[in-house]
């Protein structure tokens, strides 16, 4: 779509400053505002024949305008989907192909659960594509939930927030343990365990092994319902019973079950 100078637009696209632009034979111009270089390749876009690509640029370069001026929370879903995905196909741009991702997965969340083949069978997006929006809600998710390790485990909904990134997505059940000091700050998030699709038994004699071989004084444990429904179940509620009570055999201090479900949560105790 863009010939030859593909390359160069993916490399503004992302915001990378170019150092000159060529202008003929052995001659460049110094552009420091990557808008100028941007708006220079919609004009040659343009002039080549290709207006789709122009009109989708010139798309582009206003959103860009508007999240380096008034921040990402000017933009749509579809707009920061659109700067993930970054140049179109013919026919279509990057906005057009952010809503029929949206469309067809049923907003962020629904692409946040979508495997990587399932994103490629729309149209316009590739393995290569696939796997950036992956990463970029990806990274968001960790940017959402990330708890510095001296965090506080006083609150169930504190231990909601450090658990949650690890499990947003998952599609199996899994259950972490949340293990802290003595003063109850958070020390190490581990995986312990990975059931079905439905049920996931939490092993209680793994944890405890977890919390004692990391020198851990007290602990919380966190799994994911991959339903959505972030109810705990009545096997929920008897783990967290054998789990309190092990705990205190061993003189750990247990603080919490919390089950996830997306950005829903619930204390199984």
């Avoid at 052995?26 to 024949?49: H, Q, Y």
């Avoid at 965090?151 to 947003?168: D, G, I, K, M």
């Avoid at 919390?258 to 105790?269: D, F, P, Q």
Wanted: hydrophobic share 45%; proline share 4%.
């Amino acid at each position: 779509m863009f010939g030859s100078n593909g390359a160069g637009l993916l490399v503004i696209a992302v915001g990378v400053q170019p150092m000159a632009l060529s202008r003929g034979q052995g001659m460049t111009a110094s552009l420091p505002n990557p808008f100028a270089w941007f708006g220079v390749c919609v004009d040659r876009a343009i002039k080549e024949g290709s207006p789709v690509a122009g009109r989708c640029l010139g798309d582009l370069e206003s959103i860009y305008d508007r999240l380096l001026t008034a921040g990402a929370e000017a933009l749509t879903e579809r707009e920061m989907l659109a700067l993930v995905i970054r140049n179109g196909r013919p026919g279509a741009s990057a906005l057009a192909i952010a809503d029929q991702l949206l469309d067809e997965f049923g907003g962020v969340a629904g692409i946040a659960e979508a495997r990587a083949e399932e994103l490629t069978t729309c149209a316009g997006v590739g393995p290569a594509r696939a796997a950036a929006v992956i990463a970029a809600i990806k990274l968001g998710s960790v940017a959402l939930g990330a708890t510095p390790t001296w965090t506080a485990l006083s609150s169930s909904e504190q231990v909601a927030a450090a658990a949650r990134s690890r499990l947003l997505g998952e599609r199996r059940e899994r259950v972490l343990v949340l293990v802290a000091d003595g003063r109850n700050q958070l020390r190490r998030v581990l995986a312990v365990s990975q059931g079905g699709s439905d049920r996931v038994l939490v092993p209680v004699r793994e944890v405890l092994n977890a919390v004692l071989r990391h020198d851990g004084r007290a602990f919380a444990v966190a799994h994911n319902h991959p339903s959505g429904d972030p109810t705990p179940s009545e096997a929920d509620r008897r783990s967290t019973e054998i789990l309190a009570s092990a705990a205190q055999l061993v003189g750990l201090r247990f603080l919490d079950h919390v089950v996830i479900a997306g950005m829903e949560w619930r204390s199984a105790r």
